[in-house]
């Protein structure tokens, strides 16, 4: 179809879209997991914008976030465009993170039209509703184009500009203006649900429901980053893929997200860290990957060994540690780089002083640069287990 023959029907669309933008609040029904926090104290809804083409569903649109420049730049070519349209294009959605497709003000008129006729919108994910804790950290419930939600949650580090390392110290940094850096840590999702059953964990509880893709892993990045006003550059924010879902098992899109987040949004990999519950061919995979857009890997140990982790972690008995720790030899680190463990406490399971010592040793054998992520578990509803006494 030529640039100037979209139809009446998509131009009256576009008009309405622009005098009718729609404010929408959605209450979502929030799911927990042990990494998140339980104290909600305040709740902040936001509002929902949606440009109204016509299909308020989504079921007929196509998201062009989610994209990299390279198909942008196909889907102009396809369209008649040149091809550095593609890269206008993949310039607003990631970098401006423009987030309707006619307030893409560097595309003529006419193409945004056309491209809304044809059923393509920006698409992507928006927080619908954030959970504020005590602390700063904020949960948010992020909506996917079908409406399903996934947990995204931000944690701010450096508390009040605190150095976080005992001294005390102040540590405000500024940029040459003066404004003052902003430090988080950011855990995203990579599924909805999970298949792995940990036993401790509620997105367990979900069963699987379905994968997300490329667009809906970074889309919840770039939401958080639009939320904080983040400049990419000034501010330091760390990735960690440790939301609901197993990335592994959602490799390609996992994958596929990451290299979106650093060629296009200009993010280090070395910023970003993916957790494994011990995917073997996953983690042989992912050493094949190369170092300029492979992000730091940990493992989700959680046991001091296999009898108790089978337990806990019924896909130990597919892949025993010491398999998981044999694929874990295949990836290449980098100059300081390390493996982390996370090891949740669960009270009388896996925090005993004996497990502890039987974790040292795993990790010394394993003959790599390995740090320890303790974490305590947080209870849930219908899970068995307790958290650990504080002197655990
Ligand atoms: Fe939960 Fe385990 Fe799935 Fe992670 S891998 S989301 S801990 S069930």
């Given at each position: 179809?030529?640039l100037?023959?979209?139809?009446?029907?998509?131009?009256?669309?576009?008009?309405?879209?622009?005098?009718?933008?729609r404010?929408?609040?959605?209450?979502c029904?929030?799911t927990?997991?042990?990494?998140m926090l339980?104290q909600a104290?305040?709740k902040r809804s936001?509002?929902?914008v949606?440009?109204?083409?016509?299909?308020?569903?989504?079921a007929?649109q196509k998201?062009?976030?989610g994209?990299?420049a390279a198909?942008?730049?196909?889907?102009m070519?396809?369209?008649?465009e040149?091809?550095w349209?593609?890269r206008?294009?993949?310039e607003?959605l990631?970098?401006?993170?423009?987030?309707?497709?006619e307030?893409i003000?560097?595309?003529?008129?006419l193409l945004?039209?056309?491209?809304?006729?044809?059923g393509?919108v920006?698409?992507?994910?928006r927080?619908?509703?954030?959970?504020q804790s005590?602390d700063?950290?904020e949960?948010?419930?992020?909506?996917?184009?079908?409406?399903?939600?996934v947990?995204t949650?931000?944690m701010?580090?450096?508390d009040?500009?605190?150095a976080g390392?005992?001294?005390?110290q102040?540590?405000v940094?500024?940029d040459e203006?003066g404004?003052r850096?902003?430090?988080a840590t950011?855990?995203?999702?990579?599924?909805?649900?999970c298949a792995?059953?940990c036993?401790?964990c509620?997105?367990?509880k979900l069963g699987?429901?379905?994968?997300l893709?490329?667009?809906?892993i970074?889309?919840q990045?770039?939401a958080a980053?639009?939320r904080?006003?983040?400049?990419?550059g000034?501010?330091?924010?760390?990735?960690v893929?440790?939301?609901?879902?197993?990335?592994f098992?959602n490799?390609d899109?996992f994958?596929?997200?990451?290299?979106l987040?650093?060629?296009?949004?200009?993010?280090?990999?070395?910023r970003?860290?993916?957790s494994?519950?011990?995917?073997v061919?996953?983690?042989e995979r992912?050493?094949q990957?190369p170092?300029?857009?492979?992000p730091?890997?940990?493992?989700?140990?959680n046991?001091?060994n296999?009898?108790?982790?089978?337990e806990i972690?019924?896909?130990?008995?597919?892949w025993p540690?010491?398999?998981v720790m044999?694929?874990m030899h295949?990836?290449?680190?980098?100059?300081?780089?390390?493996?982390t463990?996370e090891?949740v406490l669960?009270?009388?399971?896996?925090?005993r002083?004996?497990?502890?010592i039987e974790?040292?040793?795993?990790a010394r054998?394993?003959?790599l640069?390995?740090?320890?992520?303790?974490i305590?578990w947080?209870p849930?509803?219908?899970?068995?287990?307790?958290?650990p006494?504080?002197?655990?």
């Open positions: 179809m030529a100037n023959t979209f139809t009446k029907a998509g131009f009256a669309a576009f008009r309405r879209g622009r005098s009718e933008l404010l929408r609040r959605r209450h029904k929030g927990k997991k042990y990494t339980s104290v305040k936001e509002q929902l949606r440009w109204g083409t016509g299909d308020l569903t989504g007929h998201p062009l976030f994209l990299d198909e942008l730049a196909a889907r070519v396809e369209a008649g040149t091809p349209r593609g206008q294009l993949a607003a990631y970098r401006q993170r423009i987030g309707e497709l307030a003000t560097t595309l003529p008129t945004r039209l056309r491209l809304a006729d044809e393509w920006v698409g992507r994910p927080i619908a509703e954030a959970f005590v700063g950290t949960r948010y419930l992020v909506q996917c184009q079908d409406e399903q939600t947990e949650v931000w701010p580090e450096g009040g500009g605190e390392d005992g001294s005390g102040e540590l940094e500024t203006s404004k850096r902003q430090r950011l855990c995203v999702s990579s599924q909805v649900g792995v059953n036993q401790f509620l997105t367990a699987f429901q379905r994968n893709t490329a667009g809906e970074a889309g990045v770039i980053f639009e904080h006003g983040i400049e990419v000034r501010d330091r924010v760390n990735l893929f440790m939301g609901m879902g197993e990335p098992l490799y899109n994958m596929g997200a990451v290299r987040l650093v060629q296009e949004v200009e993010l280090s990999p070395q970003m860290t993916v494994t519950s011990g995917i061919p996953g983690i992912f050493a990957e170092p300029e857009v492979r730091k890997l940990a493992i989700s140990l046991a001091p296999d009898a108790i982790r089978r972690m019924p896909i130990n008995r597919k540690i010491e398999a044999g694929a295949q990836v290449p680190l980098r100059p300081r780089e390390r493996i463990f090891y669960l009270g009388g399971v896996t925090d002083p004996e497990d502890a974790v040292a040793r795993l054998k394993t003959g640069p390995v740090k320890v992520n303790l305590v947080n849930g509803p219908g899970i068995d287990y307790t958290m006494q504080p002197r655990r």
